[in-house]
């Protein structure tokens, strides 16, 4: 029975990963923090004949996300761990990202990331074999101005995947990296301002599944933004912040 592992399932991308890989014959292990939402996709997912386990864990407790990894792993050993869990960073009013909301946008979406997928790398390099996603966005190729912590954590898990990738590569773990353009979630319903080519988040997992049952280096997507964010650090200074201005944006407080 193949085990798979989402972080940040509770709703989004995470969520519709979730109701995508629900079969019979598959095992899902769900994770987020707010225990009632999900719940409410682990019940679609048995729905669909999934057999699904729940975790409603911070996943900044690298100790206790650690030990927990550990013991799934030891019951049933986990195939697949789709890091997806994270925030999106900024200020209310596009003003100065403040030092509390910078470190803890890290704190989320790199360190309690990396709590998940380095336990992960040692569990699967040891029995060689296994396949992890980092899930980071196109923000690591063009950097928004009202989302710098955001962006950084972004370009972070992009090398980091990377890397990692050729280092487990020979020992027959696979990792891949997803890099999403704009997607219709409710994390991103909280920014206010142009989302070009914006897809849902059930688009988005058909993408993702898709870019890792072949097992791509950098799933990039949608194509066309893709490819120009992929090419706006090639540009200078002075054409890439005309490009990005309009992408600039307000972000309602996280509660």
């Known amino acids: 029975m193949p085990c798979i592992l989402i972080t940040g399932a509770s709703s989004g991308i995470g969520a519709a990963l979730a109701r995508r890989y629900a079969a019979p014959g598959t095992r899902l292990v769900l994770n987020a923090r707010d225990a009632g939402r999900l719940e409410a996709v682990a019940q679609d997912c048995r729905a669909l004949g999934a057999e699904v386990l729940t975790e409603a864990r911070d996943l900044r407790d690298r100790d ?10 030891a019951d049933t050993p986990l195939d697949r761990v789709i890091a997806n ?10 003003g100065l990202e403040t030092e509390e909301t910078g470190f ?25 074999s296994g396949q992890i996603a980092l899930i980071s ?49 409710p994390m991103g319903g909280v920014i206010k301002g142009w ?32 490819a ?12 890439r912040r005309l490009g990005l201005h309009g992408l600039r944006f307000r972000n309602r407080p996280r509660r």
């Open 104 to 128: 803890e946008t890290v704190d989320i979406n790199l360190v309690g990331t990396l709590n998940v997928v380095l336990p992960c790398v040692t569990l699967m390099a040891a029995r060689g």
């Open 85 to 94: 869990a994270g925030v999106n960073g900024g200020h209310p009013t596009g």
């Open 195 to 226: 989302r070009p080519l914006e897809m849902s988040a059930d688009q988005a997992a058909a993408h993702i599944v898709r870019g890792l049952e072949r097992d791509r280096e950098v799933i990039a997507f949608p194509a066309l933004i893709a």
């Open 64 to 73: 206790g996300v650690r030990a927990w990894l550990r013991g799934l792993d």
């Open 137 to 185: 966005s196109l923000a690591a190729y063009a950097p928004l101005p009202d989302a710098p912590a955001y962006s950084g954590t972004k370009a972070a898990l992009l090398a980091h995947g990377m890397a990692l990738r050729a280092k487990l590569q020979p020992m027959g773990v696979r990792v891949s990296i997803v890099t999403p353009g704009y997607v219709k979630t």
């Open 228 to 239: 120009l964010a992929r090419g706006a650090m090639l540009v200078p200074e002075s054409v």
